[in-house]
């Protein structure tokens, strides 16, 4: 090969390897958290508090509870906050609904739990970058069944639907945190498929509210008015007295 064809095949391996670093911040647009609500903009404030390294945010469906978790991970991502974003949830059907055998890689199995996160993602990267992104665990999902004896560093840990959790469960999740890492634990305790004293994400509720020192974890409550999905979806909740 000559010199010049040389340093040609250089410059575009070089070209390459930019464009590669860049794919995964040149997706449709920037991520732009902006509350529609006084809570929301409570859960944003915590969300994007370097002091706060454990925030749950509990509540009605629809009020923004996994989709802005989501959201400050992405803008964490892009900032070069931390280095990749991991995705947990309880592996548990609505009333123990069975699936039966799910084909596939671990991705393709948890799939059905994860498409609510992998939805907001599709809003900054197109599915080509996020195959990339699995690929590579800059995005990875880990079940709860695979957390144990893992530490998590420069992470954005979103365990969303933890109402499914068991007590074991929550406390085996908050000790996966390492340094320079930041989760959100996100549930519906009024959509439980695990009840009192089985339901983790109420038994770690009540341990923060005795404790009353939490320098590192804050919570938040969403209510009915900060439901943002059609109207109806409200409506239905009252008919269910889930809100008021």
Same mark, same amino acid.
């Given at each position: 090969?000559?010199?010049?064809?040389?340093?040609?095949?250089?410059?575009?391996?070089?070209?390459?390897?930019?464009?590669?670093?860049?794919?995964?911040?040149?997706?449709?647009?920037?991520?732009?958290?902006?509350?529609?609500?006084?809570?929301?903009?409570?859960?944003?404030?915590?969300?994007?508090?370097?002091?706060?390294?454990?925030?749950?945010?509990?509540?009605?469906?629809? +009020?923004?509870?996994?989709?802005?978790?989501?959201?400050?991970?992405?803008?964490?991502?892009?900032?070069?906050?931390? +280095?990749?974003?991991?995705?947990?949830?309880?592996?548990?059907?609505?009333?123990?609904?069975?699936?039966?055998?799910?084909?596939?890689?671990?991705?393709?199995?948890?799939?059905?739990?994860?498409?609510?996160?992998?939805?907001?993602?599709?809003?900054?990267?197109?599915?080509?970058?996020?195959?990339?992104?699995?690929?590579?665990?800059?995005?990875?999902?880990?079940?709860?069944?695979?957390?144990?004896?893992?530490?998590?560093?420069?992470?954005?840990?979103?365990?969303?639907?933890?109402?499914?959790?068991?007590?074991?469960?929550?406390?085996?999740?908050?000790?996966?945190?390492?340094?320079?890492?930041?989760?959100?634990?996100?549930?519906?305790?009024?959509?439980?498929?695990?009840?009192?004293?089985?339901?983790?994400?109420?038994?770690?509720?009540?341990?923060?509210?005795?404790?009353?020192?939490?320098?590192?974890?804050?919570?938040?409550?969403?209510?009915?008015?900060?439901?943002?999905?059609?109207?109806?979806?409200?409506?239905?909740?009252?008919?269910?007295?889930?809100?008021?």
């Amino acid at each position: 090969m000559s010199k010049r064809k040389t340093k040609l095949y250089q410059a575009e391996a070089v070209e390459s390897n930019v464009v590669s670093l860049n794919t995964y911040y040149s997706k449709k647009r920037q991520v732009q958290l902006l509350p529609k609500t006084l809570n929301q903009e409570a859960y944003i404030n915590l969300l994007t508090d370097p002091g706060k390294i454990i925030i749950f945010a509990t509540g009605p469906a629809g +009020t923004g509870k996994t989709m802005l978790a989501t959201m400050a991970g992405i803008q964490a991502l892009k900032q070069g906050q931390v +280095t990749k974003i991991v995705l947990t949830r309880p592996a548990v059907g609505v009333d123990d609904e069975q699936h039966g055998f799910l084909p596939g890689d671990l991705n393709q199995k948890m799939e059905p739990w994860t498409r609510p996160l992998f939805d907001v993602l599709l809003e900054y990267y197109d599915r080509k970058e996020i195959a990339r992104m699995l690929d590579e665990q800059i995005v990875e999902i880990s079940p709860l069944a695979f957390m144990r004896g893992r530490t998590f560093k420069d992470a954005w840990i979103i365990a969303d639907e933890m109402q499914n959790a068991t007590p074991n469960q929550m406390k085996m999740l908050l000790t996966r945190l390492g340094e320079n890492s930041k989760m959100i634990v996100t549930g519906d305790t009024r959509q439980a498929d695990r009840r009192d004293p089985d339901n983790g994400l109420l038994d770690f509720k009540e341990l923060v509210a005795q404790y009353k020192q939490c320098k590192f974890v804050a919570g938040i409550e969403m209510s009915g008015k900060d439901i943002q999905r059609h109207p109806a979806v409200v409506e239905i909740l009252k008919i269910y007295k889930e809100i008021v």
